[in-house]
């Protein structure tokens, strides 16, 4: 096992802060699970990652093109609807890329779902997907139990003119969860969003970082990541928008919101705009802390316990998110969501 640096800022601050990347130790998966497509026309094994796919570190990268390969393929002008499963029973191990070329106005629903009950184990995946022009993907991401395992979640996204790829994820399980995201937004009027809901318990560490490429013209671009943490969970959160010189026009929003349901608990978030362009608008926020005291009291004086009070404002800070993904899991999401966070009493 070797300390690895993953998800570095692409510009720096203060080495002092400890927060331009994130110390892990890290070995590479040795067995690999395989994952069950609910549905084969468009997938085939094999296929080979790009140059330009960084990943969260060299290491992480390396673990991948090591493991399995499939690429997915919609042809033009397709509707297709596709659920990729790693189940965690008995064996969490895992290490295996996916290719997605979306063919010229195709769609594609894809569910991803990571679960299971075993506690130890590595999950290390990448995908990349290439969107040809006017095509459009939505991606709802579910991951629950596994509750000793590290999952590491790399994606690369590339969008020609008028693309539009949403990606939607629910960090339920896992005990370290480190995602990497990058999205170039290459063509004129393509867009992405980057939703994520959490809820952090124990000893968890969660780690998301985006970085979407502005090059297009009038691109649109949003990042929002809301949820809880609990006991002595963390969450860093590291969001770039990166407007390059000539996406005049272009709009870009993120923000990174963390209700602490413990003093024990530790935020840390680094929204961040980078520019090059002058007709461009960028927005950032962010915001943590503790349940309103007044909120709480609220809602118990209309009858509500403690818990449902608490279940209440946390739901209704992510529901949004949730409500946007695949109606295959939300319910899973929320069952999950509040057996995570039921029976805690706020500190």
């Not at 809820?199 to 809880?228: R, S, W």
């Not at 927005?283 to 818990?307: C, K, P, V, W």
């Not at 449902?308 to 993904?325: F, K, N, S, T, Y």
Request: charged letters at 25%.
């Amino acid at each position: 096992m070797e300390e690895i640096r993953i998800n570095r800022l692409p510009l720096l601050t203060y080495r002092y802060l400890h927060t331009n990347d994130t110390p892990v130790s890290f070995e590479a998966p040795k067995k690999g699970g395989e994952p069950h497509f609910s549905d084969l026309s468009y997938v085939k094994e094999g296929g080979t990652l790009p140059a330009d796919f960084k990943g969260a570190s060299e290491e992480t990268v390396k673990a991948l093109k090591q493991g399995s390969h499939y690429t997915i393929t919609i042809p033009a002008e397709t509707k297709a609807e596709l659920t990729i499963t790693l189940s965690g029973e008995g064996q969490a191990d895992f290490a295996g890329s996916f290719l997605f070329h979306l063919g010229k106005e195709s769609s594609l629903n894809l569910i991803w779902i990571l679960q299971g009950k075993t506690e130890k184990g590595t999950c290390v995946a990448g995908a990349y997907y290439d969107l040809a022009e006017n095509a459009n993907l939505k991606v709802s991401r579910l991951e629950s139990g596994l509750s000793g395992v590290e999952i590491f979640d790399q994606r690369h996204a590339v969008l020609a003119r008028g693309a539009r790829a949403d990606f939607s994820a629910a960090e339920l399980g896992g005990e370290n969860i480190y995602v990497h995201s990058y999205g170039l937004l290459a063509g004129d009027h393509s867009a992405i969003t980057e939703k994520a809901v959490y809820a952090g318990t124990k000893k968890q560490h969660l780690d998301f970082f985006y970085h979407i490429d502005h090059v297009g013209k009038k691109t649109h671009a949003e990042i929002d990541v809301k949820g809880a943490l609990d006991d002595e969970s963390k969450k860093i959160f590291r969001g770039t928008l990166n407007f390059k010189k000539g996406c005049s026009g272009s709009v870009g929003d993120e923000g990174d919101y963390a209700i602490q349901l413990s003093p024990k608990t530790k935020n840390i978030s680094l929204p961040l705009l980078l520019c090059t362009e002058d007709d461009v608008q960028g927005n950032h926020a962010s915001s943590a802390g503790q349940l309103d005291a007044n909120t709480i009291y609220f809602l118990m004086s209309r009858g509500f316990s403690l818990e449902e009070a608490r279940r209440i404002v946390i739901e209704a800070l992510i529901r949004p998110i949730i409500d946007g993904m695949d109606e295959s899991v939300r319910d899973e999401i929320i069952t999950e969501l509040r057996q995570k966070l039921d029976s805690k009493e706020i500190e």
